[in-house]
């Protein structure tokens, strides 16, 4: 089907050019909000409609099933809106909703059913569908084409019983769950476990390695591949078979990726074997009727924790490109052109994420007028810094009757963050959500140090009993439970009654007996106690005395620290509670909780403030954004201070949050927060010193000393951009005192130093902003 000629009429020159792109390698950087879904969709159909590219011979990767559907859905519109000026010489919204779907009906059969969209996993699952059977890994171990993709509560369970019950390891010293990350990072990277050991041998690796044997050993009995197996198995099928790979090459003429920036090795290498039929040199590489097509945006890269590795993207003019300028080359656009936010927003993340030095410059431009400024507000601590958000929505949702709940959302790096602000909105009837995560108090390590203080204020509350007996784990096993609780049916008492009675327990559960009576002796401490001690102390004391706390330091994984600072918000939260109804009482804190989850079983249908992490966010966008909590530490996160690979990725995310934003911005730091009940003093973050002053409203700019109109701060910046630095050089900066450059990253206009400073180690500054002196 040839479409008419103004199909392409309703985008951008630079969206237009990256359509009407034809055979070779594209790179299109596209900037927040700058219509990259459009370009996909109205790439593919205009590969169909204007060069008839058979449908089937397309491939296109996203990275969600949801932006899949999407994708199918654009392109199933722009084909029923032809056939609709074809068919009945009418706009496709003018006819019949029964002559709609037809149309959409019809376009589903012809083309979009024949395109290969989807994810990664999705796609490649259907590859190894056709071919699974002509793969042995390097140990011989071979999959049918009938094999079960298991999901990850099957690989938690099944290397679980590796771990503990085939290997007999300590399961603190070599946690299930981070072994299973471990591997899994592995097979990211495209590394069997005799690859891995040549890169390390030590002995932990060695016992890695071995988990990892038998884990694909077991998955090969069991047919089974897991998630990540479904992207390495195709990349070493392709790579063992020529002919296999060769039919799969002349199958995808065109291929296109979206998110190109969260790609991690082992992605890269399948998409590369497509597009290059394994040849190595690029000058030998054959483009004709044949493209790749990728878009991305390295400035949104935001999880490496996941293994995506943004250089792909970087590298992309040096591994297909001609690798010539932005000026002259021809195999790069960029998409700068933003339709979602307001000029002062985007002007302020321009001005933010310039600071980066890894990047492909590009600067977004808005499509949208002006808008207001930008509020940033300096609260004393986290409690007032959420009363003052919620406050303002109400009065937002007031003065405005044509916004509802749903246009607002609130951002934060850390989950912990979000309490003070469930609660303040639980207390003002708001509905809310949190995105992709768990109410604060529906989160694991939230009900685990509840159900620990249930059990202490309620002995008869069984439920929470036998949710904490054996977290963490202390070798109680399911028989000897079983026991406990056959008896305490059969005599009509509370389980607690059996397992706080040390003859009943010894002559019920064998070995297990010793930790049974160590957990209830714990317990009936407390209980004595608990009209002596405070609620906030015997959740101190029970989560060290219990050890939970050691158990989840001992991990040491980013996942484990978050849980931590979960449960000192809830310790926090015990001292707030004492603070502002002077009880002390344990149950009093328990009933409170009970009453405010009740209070927000609320309408699904209802519109909701949106709460999230700024990595949930990635992709949405709501009219009035408040990124909360921009303190160094926070924001930046403590741990990427001394890395200025991570401190970049830290940039990143806050960039992510400013583009979030398409009516209103909202930012806010506090001065002291409180952590495990004591107050820690708080300075803004670095990222608020690099926004421009004078898009900012209220104290932001008082509180930071910032005077950028200033003739002073004119002739320091002068002076800074003329200065020369050098590996060595000894400087003296205002608040840090006296320090020694030991790194130097970027260059010219975007250079930033490492400086080690005596007594506070470390920090890496940007010399544009800060005034520091060479010392002769």
């Not at 359509?19 to 169909?48: D, M, N, Q």
């Not at 990664?120 to 890994?137: E, G, P, T, V």
């Not at 906030?536 to 989840?552: C, F, T």
């Amino acid at each position: 089907m040839t479409f008419h000629n103004d199909f392409l009429a309703q985008l951008n020159r630079a969206q237009r050019l990256a359509v009407e792109h034809f055979c070779g390698p594209l790179l299109v950087a596209a900037g927040a909000g700058s219509g990259k879904t459009r370009a996909l969709t109205y790439r593919i159909a205009y590969l169909i409609s204007h060069h008839h590219v058979e449908p089937d011979s397309i491939l296109a990767v996203t990275f969600t099933n949801k932006a899949a559907k999407e994708m199918k859905e654009r392109i199933e519109r722009l084909f029923a809106q032809e056939m609709a000026v074809k068919n009945y010489g009418q706009q496709f919204e003018i006819i019949s909703e029964y002559e709609q779907k037809k149309l959409v009906s019809q376009a589903y059969k012809t083309i979009t059913k024949k395109l290969w969209i989807g994810t990664f996993h999705s796609l490649c699952a259907r590859i190894l569908r056709f071919d699974i059977n002509k793969y042995q890994d390097e140990l011989g171990r071979q999959w049918q084409k009938n094999f079960s993709i298991f999901d990850e509560l099957d690989v938690q369970n099944l290397i679980k019983n590796i771990v503990i019950n085939q290997f007999n390891l300590d399961d603190k010293k070599f946690n299930p769950r981070s072994v299973r990350y471990h591997i899994s990072n592995l097979k990211n990277l495209g590394l069997s476990p005799d690859k891995y050991l040549k890169q390390d041998s030590s002995y932990k690796n060695r016992v890695i390695a071995e988990v990892y044997n038998e884990y694909q050993s077991q998955l090969a009995a069991n047919n089974a591949l897991d998630f990540d197996d479904l992207i390495l198995v195709p990349v070493r099928l392709f790579q063992q078979n020529e002919s296999i790979l060769g039919y799969w090459h002349n199958q995808f003429k065109h291929i296109l990726v979206d998110e190109y920036q969260d790609t991690n090795k082992i992605q890269y290498e399948l998409i590369s074997l497509l597009i290059t039929n394994g040849e190595i040199k690029k000058s030998k590489l054959n483009w004709q009727n044949r493209s790749i097509f990728v878009v991305g945006d390295a400035d949104q890269s935001i999880y490496s924790f996941r293994m995506a590795d943004f250089t792909i993207l970087l590298n992309f003019q040096s591994d297909f490109g001609d690798g010539l300028s932005d000026q002259d080359t021809r195999t790069m656009i960029k998409l700068e052109e933003n339709y979602r936010s307001r000029e002062n927003i985007l002007k302020a993340a321009n001005c933010l994420i310039e600071n980066n030095t890894q990047r492909i410059d590009k600067s977004l431009k808005a499509t949208r007028g002006v808008g207001e400024s930008i509020y940033c507000y300096k609260a004393d601590n986290e409690q007032i810094e959420s009363k003052l958000v919620i406050n303002k929505i109400k009065n937002l949702v007031k003065e405005n009757p044509e916004l509802s709940w749903g246009d607002f959302t609130i951002l934060y790096r850390v989950n912990a963050q979000s309490r003070p602000f469930e609660d303040n909105l639980i207390h003002n009837n708001i509905p809310y959500k949190i995105v992709g995560g768990f109410k604060f108090y529906d989160r694991q390590e939230i009900k685990d140090a509840l159900a620990y203080l249930r059990v202490i204020a309620n002995p008869a509350d069984t439920v929470s009993l036998l949710r904490i007996i054996n977290t963490p784990r202390r070798g109680i096993g399911k028989t000897s439970i079983e026991s406990l609780i056959k008896a305490a049916q059969e005599l009509e008492i509370p389980l607690w009654e059996i397992i706080s009675d040390m003859t009943s327990v010894n002559t019920l559960t064998g070995r297990a007996a010793k930790a049974i009576n160590n957990f209830s002796k714990k317990i009936q401490y407390f209980q004595e106690r608990i009209t002596s001690l405070s609620g906030a102390e015997i959740l101190e004391q029970v989560m060290e005395v219990s050890g939970y706390i050691n158990d989840l330091k001992q991990k040491g994984t980013e996942e484990a620290d978050n849980r931590l600072e979960n449960i000192s918000e809830l310790y926090n939260a015990v001292l707030q509670f004492q603070e502002d109804t002077e009880d002390m009482n344990l149950q009093g804190f328990l009933s409170n909780i009970s009453l405010s989850s009740d209070l927000n079983d609320l309408n699904e249908e209802q519109k909701k403030v949106s709460l999230m992490t700024l990595h949930s966010a990635k992709g949405l966008e709501f009219p009035i954004v408040f990124l909360v909590g921009l303190e160094q530490g926070l924001l930046p996160h403590i741990r990427s201070l001394h890395d200025p690979l991570s401190l970049e990725e830290e940039r990143r995310l806050c960039y992510v949050g400013l583009t979030r934003a398409q009516e209103q911005l909202f930012l806010t730091y506090t001065r002291e927060r409180f952590v495990w009940g004591s107050k820690e003093a708080k300075s803004p973050s670095q990222f608020l010193k690099e926004l421009p002053s004078d898009l900012i409203k209220n104290n932001f700019s008082k509180s930071l000393n910032f005077h950028h109109n200033s003739s002073t701060f004119k002739s320091k910046i002068i002076q800074i951009h003329n200065q020369k630095w050098s590996v060595g050089d000894h400087l003296i900066h205002p608040n840090f005192g006296v320090g020694e450059i030991t790194h130097i990253f970027g260059a010219e206009k975007k250079i930033n130093l490492a400086i080690k400073f005596s007594g506070i180690g470390q920090k890496i500054v940007n010399p544009r902003v800060t005034s520091i002196k060479k010392i002769d």
